[in-house]
């Protein structure tokens, strides 16, 4: 609260996400929230698009970046939202879209791996990559499976569009 009358400006949930996460700050917005001092949110959503910036701000490379944001933001956050159609998302919606971000990155990691790039990379980079996936210790997991199965059936929908 110090804070926030330091700064004289309006107590928001944007001004709370400024802070460092942990768990006064959680109790603090549940306290604000639930006295109506702040308005009631998606946290599970919130942190999930807070979670898409940070991943995106730390690729190094801006054109995966912006491949990666597509498939994050387009795809991944859209289809959640569609799911929960209003509604909270719960823990494990979230997490799963987070899988599948973190899936969605470790193709082109992979592919830097052997100096390729999305740009040229080959069909036969994405069936070595599909295969290597499937033959890990343990395998695609469900959340990535569904990710693989589209990369498999379309990499350009997945990454480019």
Request: with cysteine.
């Amino acid at each position: 609260m110090i804070l926030h009358a330091a700064r004289q400006c309006p107590l928001t949930h944007a001004v709370l996400d400024e802070l460092p996460p942990g768990k006064a700050l959680t109790h603090l917005r549940r306290v604000l929230v639930g006295t109506g001092a702040l308005p009631a949110r998606d946290e599970h959503l919130a942190q999930l698009e807070r979670w898409i910036g940070t991943t995106l701000a730390a690729r190094p490379d801006p054109g995966q970046k912006e491949v990666l944001h597509r498939y994050a933001v387009w795809r991944v956050r859209r289809r959640l939202r569609r799911r929960i159609r209003g509604t909270h998302a719960t823990p494990s919606q979230a997490a799963v879209a987070r899988r599948n971000v973190q899936a969605a990155a470790a193709f082109p990691d992979w592919l830097a791996v052997g100096d390729a790039t999305l740009a040229s990379c080959a069909q036969a980079s994405l069936d070595e990559w599909l295969a290597a996936a499937n033959l890990s210790q343990r395998g695609p997991t469900p959340q990535t499976d569904d990710l693989l199965r589209e990369i498999d059936r379309d990499p350009t929908a997945i990454f480019w569009g």
